[in-house]
């Protein structure tokens, strides 16, 4: 079975400098990798997506991630954190296969506070 | 990507009524799913809506208590029965698009029982 782990619960940056989201899948085939990210009372919006080809996957809001298959990796990144980055993301791996059942299982999320 | 319209956005309900959450979706999708996230927490996939057929609930969720209905490839609804406090959540649907670009979701139904 599928599962992300998520080892930071809460992690808080100053405005400004650079951040990285630890994410660790366990997955029996291709792993299709997935960034969300949740603000306060709001839905799921999609950061970035991994499914093949260059590993380094650029994203929305200036956000990027790397998967290494030998780490079984996806951590994400920001070079410089703006204030409205300040909600919880969360880390998810999914079956594009065709064989699998297209269920994407959740990591439990990394809140991010951002001090100004 | 495809666009989801669920509905309502939030509601309060009395003990032991039931609510029907709808998911409208501006194209024709794969799959549908609906999900819920209890307060702080992550989420956790309820059941795949199939269409035409009984949709498939994973362990821990029955029909009974989250009837689910898929009439065509666009639309689908999930009642939340004989509801209690512990089923203040907020709930989500996701479609994966016909163009397997990954999983979109909708802005979600926040709940609250009293």
């Known amino acids: 079975a599928q599962s992300v782990t998520q080892p930071d619960i809460h992690i808080t940056v100053s405005e400004g400098a650079s951040l990285e989201l630890r994410c660790n899948y366990s997955y029996g085939a291709t792993p299709y990798l997935f960034w969300y990210v949740q603000s306060p009372g709001q839905g799921l919006q999609l950061l970035l997506k991994y499914f093949s080809g260059d590993t380094l996957v650029q994203g929305i809001k200036g956000f990027e991630a790397e998967f290494k298959r030998s780490q079984s990796s996806f951590n994400l990144r920001k070079p410089s954190v703006h204030w409205s980055d300040a909600a919880e993301y969360f880390c998810a791996v999914g079956d594009f296969s065709g064989a699998g059942s297209y269920q994407l299982t959740f990591g439990k999320g990394t809140k991010l506070s951002v001090i100004p | 990507s495809a666009v989801i319209s669920q509905k309502p956005s939030r509601d309060i309900c009395q003990r032991g009524t039931s609510l029907t959450i709808q998911c409208q979706v501006d194209s024709q999708v794969t799959m549908m799913f609906w999900y819920r996230q209890q307060p702080g927490q992550s989420l956790t996939l309820i059941a795949t809506?199939?269409?035409?057929?009984?949709?498939?609930?994973e362990s821990g969720f029955v029909i009974d208590k989250f009837p689910i209905s898929r009439p065509n490839l666009t639309f689908s609804t999930l009642t939340v029965s004989n509801l209690s406090p512990e089923d203040s959540s907020i709930y989500l649907c996701s479609v994966v698009p016909r163009s397997n670009s990954g999983y979109t979701f909708g802005s979600g139904t926040r709940l609250t029982v009293v």
């Open positions: 809506a199939n269409q035409g057929s009984e949709a498939t609930y």
